[in-house]
């Protein structure tokens, strides 16, 4: 089993930055690919980024690039989401998910471990 706990979610004003924290217990993250999704109210959990086990693979939701970056720390058993120029359709609960495995897939059901998830509410 892994257990996921997301961090670092929170209000900020549009333009603002947040960076998302996913910390692992249970498992050696380093054995595990990695995504990031979100869910807005009455919508859909989507995909918005996602990274490889070595860290080498890397992709987004068009409507993130340029904006948001991925990055895992295999030695602290952990991966970040950096949220640049946020806008107010960032608003959701973002969720880290990992699969076992050595690519990252954009879809939901292709990962098996789920964080509860952090609020990020971009509002003035």
């Known amino acids: 089993q892994v257990q996921l706990l997301e961090s670092g979610g929170g209000l900020v004003q549009p333009g603002g930055s947040l960076r998302l924290s996913c910390t692992a217990s249970?498992?050696?993250?380093?054995?595990?690919?990695m995504g990031w999704f979100r869910q807005a109210p009455g919508k859909e959990r989507k995909f918005v980024a996602g990274?490889?086990?070595?860290?080498?693979?890397?992709g987004y939701e068009d409507s993130v690039k340029g904006r948001f970056t991925i990055s895992r720390d295999n030695a602290k058993n952990a991966v970040y989401l950096q949220m640049n120029s946020l806008k107010p359709e960032d608003t959701a609960v973002y969720y880290c998910a990992a699969r076992f495995g050595s690519s990252y897939y954009t879809e939901v059901n292709g990962y098996a471990y789920w964080g509860q998830g952090t609020q990020v509410t971009v509002s003035s």
């Open positions: 990274i490889s086990r070595s860290g080498g693979g890397i």
């Open positions: 249970g498992r050696i993250l380093s054995n595990y690919a």
